[in-house]
């Protein structure tokens, strides 16, 4: 019951317990009707955290370490993965943060060195096997093979 209430039956709460009606128009008055103060109003902010998504690339992770594990990044990258997800799991997001940060740059750097790496292999076989077929070339006209 608020202390600023103020009671419109005078004698109602002498003893006899008060009924229904008496409390509601009390409730009223304290809450619509009653006089403000000049204290300063004072509010409590309550912060619901809500659940924090944090990506632990762990498809990502495996898809290097299947596919494209030059340097055994993918893999290195799979295991920080493993550890984000794991911290996540235990609620500590700070951690799990850091964990897929280190995950996410691993799985760049193993995307780009696969990329770079698999297109210069297949450049390199390309000029390899034009190389050896203008040899061979060469030699079958040279043993008068082919004129």
Not at 53 to 61: F, G, K, L, R, Y
Request: glycine share 6%.
């Amino acid at each position: 019951m608020n202390h600023n209430s103020q009671h419109f039956f005078p004698g109602a709460h002498n003893g006899v317990p008060p009924t229904y009606e008496m409390l509601k128009e009390e409730h009223e008055v304290a809450v619509f009707g009653a006089p403000q103060s000049s204290a300063p109003v004072t509010t409590t902010v309550i912060n619901i955290r809500s659940e924090t998504a944090v990506p632990d690339h762990i498809v990502w992770s495996l898809f290097n370490t299947i596919f494209m594990n030059w340097c055994c990044l993918g893999f290195v990258a799979f295991a920080y993965s493993v550890k984000s997800r794991d911290q996540k799991m235990v609620g500590d997001l700070t951690g799990a943060q850091t964990y897929a940060s280190t995950a996410k740059c691993l799985n760049i750097w193993a995307l780009v060195l696969g990329l770079l790496l698999t297109t210069g292999s297949i450049v390199l076989l390309v000029f390899v096997y034009a190389t050896a077929y203008s040899v061979f070339l060469k030699s079958m006209q040279e043993n008068n093979g082919y004129h």
